[in-house]
């Protein structure tokens, strides 16, 4: 599944990357989910920051596309969230898809994110609240609803709606499930078969049968840059 290639980019062994696609499965559905459904009708030109190997890329069919990133490497453009090598009012929409905790200065990353978009224009973010630590070292913030609003509402933006990534049994099966990755990776086809498979299914099920969402992998929120004297 191409929406997990972020996630399995650094993990080199086949077998491996089928045996930790179930894991990412839990985390990476409720964000795919979101991008696909809000991005199927939007238009204009849209920024992805923090791109990586743009694997949201076509959950946006009908967008100019241009994503930015620190390393260069699959990104169309080579630049800092904290300083965007982009003018005053120039795109329409951002994609900004787990960064935020990895800047050192989020609310300077938000004013950027207003400066460049054009007014009225969407952002849609994710970020976690109960995700584990990655891309150490620069792993610095973890996000709850009332801290992003709080923080999208005082840069200049108007929130539409923010949306939990699931509840308690679908944090409960990702973690799980991650550290049996992490710790059983000599027996992957073993453990992918007989206990991280019916896991994540378990969890699934569990997950629409008790809404819980306070403990919650983390949030999509759909935001617009409100008018200057808005």
């Not at 599944?1 to 993990?11: Q, S």
């Given at each position: 599944?191409?929406?997990?290639?972020?996630?399995?980019?650094?993990?080199g062994d086949r077998r491996a990357k089928n045996f930790y696609r179930y894991e990412a499965s839990l985390a990476v559905e409720p964000i795919y989910t979101f991008l696909k459904r809000e991005g199927a009708e939007l238009s204009g030109l849209l920024l992805?920051?923090?791109?990586?190997?743009?694997?949201?890329?076509d959950c946006f069919p009908h967008v100019h596309y241009y994503g930015i990133d620190r390393t260069g490497k699959s990104s169309d453009v080579c630049g800092d969230?904290?300083?965007?090598?982009?003018?005053?009012?120039?795109?329409?929409?951002?994609?900004?898809n787990q960064v935020l905790e990895h800047l050192p200065d989020p609310r300077r990353a938000v004013e950027e994110?207003?400066?460049?978009?054009?007014?009225?224009?969407?952002?849609?973010?994710?970020?976690?609240?109960?995700?584990?630590?990655h891309g150490e070292p620069h792993d610095y913030?973890?996000?709850?609803?009332?801290?992003?609003?709080?923080?999208?509402?005082?840069?200049?933006?108007?929130?539409?709606?923010?949306?939990?990534?699931?509840?308690?049994?679908?944090?409960?099966?990702?973690?799980?499930?991650?550290?049996?990755?992490?710790?059983?990776?000599?027996?992957?086809?073993?453990?992918?078969?007989?206990?991280?498979?019916?896991?994540?299914?378990?969890?699934?099920?569990?997950d629409k049968a008790v809404s819980w969402t306070k403990d919650t992998l983390g949030y999509n929120v759909l935001a617009v840059k409100r008018a200057k004297n808005g």
């Open positions: 599944m191409r929406e997990y290639d972020t996630f399995l980019k650094g993990v992805d920051v923090g791109c990586g190997s743009k694997p949201y890329r969230l904290l300083r965007l090598p982009v003018g005053d009012e120039k795109v329409d929409l951002v994609l900004c994110i207003f400066r460049v978009m054009k007014p009225s224009g969407r952002l849609l973010l994710s970020i976690p609240q109960m995700g584990r630590l913030f973890r996000f709850t609803k009332w801290g992003i609003q709080r923080l999208l509402v005082e840069g200049g933006f108007s929130i539409s709606f923010i949306e939990p990534h699931g509840g308690f049994f679908r944090a409960l099966g990702s973690h799980t499930a991650f550290f049996l990755c992490e710790r059983f990776q000599r027996f992957p086809t073993l453990l992918r078969f007989l206990v991280i498979g019916p896991l994540v299914r378990i969890s699934r099920r569990m």
